[in-house]
């Protein structure tokens, strides 16, 4: 079995609950974390040429690969979805998608690989209305059936409803919400959610404490621990 964390991380942009835009503060806070994966949003200023919130050259620096998902701007991601790797995971397949609905949003999808590891992973960040939700969440499972293998997609899923899921009816993909991890400094919502395809065993998920996060974003940080087997996940 092959063991891996993977964090996900609406980051508004590197700013803080200080209104100070810190994005050493928000790696250090991913470092502790030890993660392999990190899926990250709003991780781009908002307006042309979306430059990216934590500096490249920073992001190597600190140990990890950047997937440049959007190559016709400077951004780190598409749409702010931003997908961090260590080095010892490599890039094989990718797909940018614009998502329908409202406001402009998106989401990457990837295959990485490692020794002894294939999985596809990816990262969204869905609407506010819910009815766009729905349509962006089938959008992002129709586009992931193009993966082979495990899957697993983190994000700001934007999900507002404590009883309400986004999964169409009679899904085979597991939808799973760590914890309240917005607004961060009184969290209350789970907004921010892992999805799960194949064959994937989850050893333990959670959300990063107020202290833990040092008020680097309006979101918490969440994690998921879990096991691939190597057999399943070789070919």
Not at 58 to 74: E, K, N, Y
Not at 82 to 102: E, M, N, S, V, W
Not at 129 to 152: K, T
């Amino acid at each position: 079995m092959q063991a891996l964390r993977i964090v996900s991380w609406n980051i508004r942009k590197a700013v803080g609950l200080d209104w100070r835009r810190k994005p050493e503060r928000v790696l250090r806070v991913i470092e502790r974390l030890e993660p392999d994966i990190v899926l990250l949003q709003e991780s781009d200023k908002r307006l042309p040429p979306r430059p990216p919130a934590l500096p490249l050259d920073l992001v190597r620096l600190s140990g990890w690969t950047s997937i440049d998902a959007d190559p016709d701007t400077p951004s780190i991601g598409h749409h702010g979805n931003a997908i961090l790797l260590r080095p010892y995971l490599q890039l094989k397949t990718l797909k940018a998608l614009d998502l329908p609905g409202l406001e402009p949003r998106g989401a990457v999808l990837a295959t990485v690989t490692g020794p002894g590891i294939r999985l596809s992973v990816g990262g969204l960040h869905l609407g506010l209305r819910r009815r766009d939700r729905l349509i962006q969440m089938a959008h992002v499972l129709d586009a992931a059936q193009e993966f082979s293998g495990p899957i697993i997609l983190g994000g700001d899923l934007n999900e507002w409803h404590k009883t309400k899921g986004l999964l169409p009816p009679g899904s085979s993909w597991t939808e799973i919400a760590p914890g309240p991890s917005f607004h961060a400094s009184a969290p209350h919502f789970k907004l921010d959610r892992f999805v799960i395809h194949g064959a994937v065993s989850i050893a333990s998920h959670g959300v990063v404490s107020k202290q833990s996060a040092e008020r680097a974003s309006d979101h918490l940080p969440i994690w998921i621990d879990v096991e691939l087997d190597d057999q399943k996940i070789s070919s």
